[in-house]
């Protein structure tokens, strides 16, 4: 079997467009939640959302006419594949581009193009509907225009699992190069589907928080949380075969060692309270990488603030770590980015990478109240130094679709 690298990241997210501002925000504890702004939300129960900040397409497309052929889930993708395909340097080596694939997934896809042409429709009559709405809408576009950008020609696929995405874009990449069907693949997600039609459906299935304070919007395992707060972004990660990464003398931020991809088969929307299906995706993870429970160990929770989910997590991490549950240094990074869907994954794995990198967990923002269901390190408010040696990050979608990827340190 091959070992898997990563040797590339890049973000675009409600705390940084790009790794380093990314990096230096999660640690400082910058919280990304504000009032909704990019619609009108008056009609909607829903104040807080989590929206990404400044981001320019003209900055990773050549011609307008590009940008206006893409919608902005696509435009999220090839901003972060930008970032992570120059860090790892994978384009200038000798990459054969047969054995260079794409795993890019979205939880929702083309929202806003649907809704706007939804509108032309009503509005303007079916003749004016735009001859790029269907490439712009469908789900797979992010990873086939990646490819295309790239002319990657290997095994090329979008994964669509909900909140777990890219967890599962991340792990099936690796389980590809592991078993040498390719040498790399470009994996993560991405979303954009801030808009009043999406808010308005995830509030009617009681998921969104409806504070109007950003402190109390998004508080991961605080007994006061009440639901999540909707985020955006997208995160890119390069992963390669060791030996390949080694003989181009790439930069190895870290190797992933362990991949869980389960199903609770319980519910549509709530997870199973008895953490089945999670403490069996987390356990194969751990097994896989020969994790013991002995080593230092960073935790990047699901976390999504909700009360069903975060009692349920805590559940399965004591079930998979028994007693060493307690040593385990976790957080949520939702508290700080929102819920960001389909990229929430690949984005939580680069925040756990980046913990091995730097030796620094990034805290659990906003958490004043402990739950009694919840009384694990959270990693409360305040960043921590600890060398960990293994990162762990798990992700848990509507479906009951559950995954964790696990990482060690370089």
Not at 372 to 383: G, H, I, R, S, V
């Amino acid at each position: 079997m091959n070992r898997v690298v990563v040797t590339g990241m890049g973000v675009i997210s409600p705390v940084g467009n790009d790794i380093p501002t990314f990096w230096e925000n999660i640690t400082k504890g910058v919280c990304g939640i504000d009032k909704i702004q990019k619609f009108d939300a008056s009609r909607l129960k829903v104040n807080l959302d989590a929206e990404v900040k400044d981001f320019n397409p003209k900055n990773y497309y050549e011609t307008m006419q590009e940008i206006r052929k893409s919608d902005l889930f696509m435009q999220y993708a090839v901003a972060a594949t930008d970032e992570a395909v120059k860090m790892s340097g994978i384009m200038d080596s000798d990459i054969d581009k047969e054995r260079l694939g794409v795993y890019i997934g979205t939880g929702i896809g083309g929202i806003n193009t649907t809704l706007a042409e939804a509108k032309k429709l009503e509005s303007k009559g079916p003749e004016r509907i735009s001859a790029f709405f269907v490439p712009m809408m469908i789900a797979n576009m992010a990873s086939g225009t990646v490819s295309i950008r790239y002319g990657a020609k290997g095994p090329t696929l979008p994964i669509v699992t909900a909140c777990a995405t890219s967890s599962h874009a991340v792990g099936e990449a690796y389980r590809a190069i592991k078993h040498g069907y390719a040498d790399a693949i470009i994996a993560g997600g991405s979303e954009a589907a801030i808009n009043e039609l999406a808010m308005a459906g995830f509030v009617n299935c009681q998921a969104l928080c409806l504070s109007d304070d950003p402190k109390t919007g998004s508080i991961p395992f605080d007994a006061r949380r009440s639901g999540f707060v909707m985020g955006e972004g997208a995160g890119i990660l390069v992963l390669e075969e060791y030996e390949h990464a080694i003989k181009r003398n790439a930069h190895i931020y870290a190797e992933v060692t362990g991949y869980g991809n389960t199903a609770d088969a319980y519910h549509i929307t709530a997870p199973d309270p008895e953490a089945d299906g999670a403490i069996r995706a987390i356990r194969a993870a751990v097994e896989e990488s020969g994790i013991t429970g002995e080593e230092e160990i960073y935790v990047n929770a699901h976390g999504t603030s909700t009360h069903l989910n975060d009692a349920m997590e805590t559940k399965a991490l004591k079930e998979v770590f028994g007693s060493r549950a307690y040593d385990l240094h976790i957080s949520s990074t939702k508290s700080m980015t929102g819920h960001m869907l389909g990229a929430t994954g690949a984005v939580e794995a680069i925040a756990s990478i980046m913990a091995l990198e730097k030796g620094v967990i990034p805290p659990t923002i906003n958490y004043v109240e402990k739950d009694e269901e919840c009384d694990l390190d959270y990693t409360p408010n305040t960043a921590k130094k600890v060398e960990a040696e293994y990162a762990i990050s798990t992700s848990l979608g509507f479906g009951g679709h559950n995954a964790c990827v696990a990482f060690k340190k370089n």
